[in-house]
């Protein structure tokens, strides 16, 4: 059973691009969140999602930054117009019925 | 909202001891608590987890302690092994239907040979 994937590992974006990260949860999950972490920090909570549906999105900055889960394909954290502060690893985590979370390797962004 | 304070920032133990990590937690509606093992490069790893119904739970080397009055969680790692290097991470549940996970600052745990 494969874990949580996520793609790209590694993402460089300009100033102003926008980066697309992708999640796909374990098979039989129905329950993706997002986090962030910077450097020697912990996780910081952005998104939860189920299909079709943003369930808590009190973590996600309000401008710039969307998140969708659609009814086929993987999860998609959208950033717009990025700036030098979004470098950080994006963590994206799956689990079954709302229990333990499950996390992939991550996304490094690194914005120039 | 919650708060998770964590607890040594940095832990050096020579190999064959025990290690312990503690957590405070400020949300007492909070409900589960997992422990997350981060080496370098790589995503977090369930090691173990708590829910608030219970008060201590082992795995082999690894136990985790619940005190609720006290608002407190600590992971005990015994015969540590140099494997066992890694920064690590307590997490408590938070939010609507408690999904959202708020995570304490990290331990980095170096076990000596």
């Known amino acids: 059973n494969a874990g949580v994937m996520q793609n790209p590992r590694h993402l460089v974006r300009r100033r102003g691009q926008e980066a697309r990260l992708r999640c796909s949860p374990m098979?039989?999950?129905?329950?993706v969140y997002w986090y962030r972490q910077l450097p020697e920090e912990g996780l910081k909570f952005m998104v939860y999602l189920q299909k079709e549906n943003i369930i808590d999105e009190s973590g996600m900055p309000k401008e710039r930054f969307s998140a969708e889960f659609p009814k086929e394909g993987p999860s998609i954290l959208r950033i717009q117009q990025v700036v030098r502060g979004d470098s950080a690893a994006y963590f994206c985590?799956?689990?079954?019925?709302?229990?333990?979370?499950?996390f992939g390797p991550g996304t490094r962004l690194t914005v120039t | 909202g919650e708060n998770v304070e964590q607890h040594p920032s940095t832990l050096s133990v020579q190999e064959g001891d025990s290690a312990v990590i503690k957590c405070t937690y400020s949300d007492s509606a909070s409900n589960y608590f997992p422990w997350y093992k981060q080496e370098l490069g790589k995503g977090p790893q369930l090691i173990i987890d708590i829910r608030s119904n219970v008060g201590e739970k082992k795995d082999q080397r690894i136990a985790v302690t619940l005190n609720k009055t006290a608002k407190h969680f600590s992971l005990h790692i015994t015969e540590t092994q140099p494997e066992d290097s890694a920064v690590y991470f307590c997490a408590a549940s938070s939010g609507q239907g408690a999904q959202k996970l708020v995570f304490g600052q990290g331990t980095r745990l170096t076990i000596n040979p």
């Open positions: 098979k039989g999950h129905s329950h």
């Open positions: 985590a799956s689990s079954p019925q709302g229990a333990e979370q499950y």
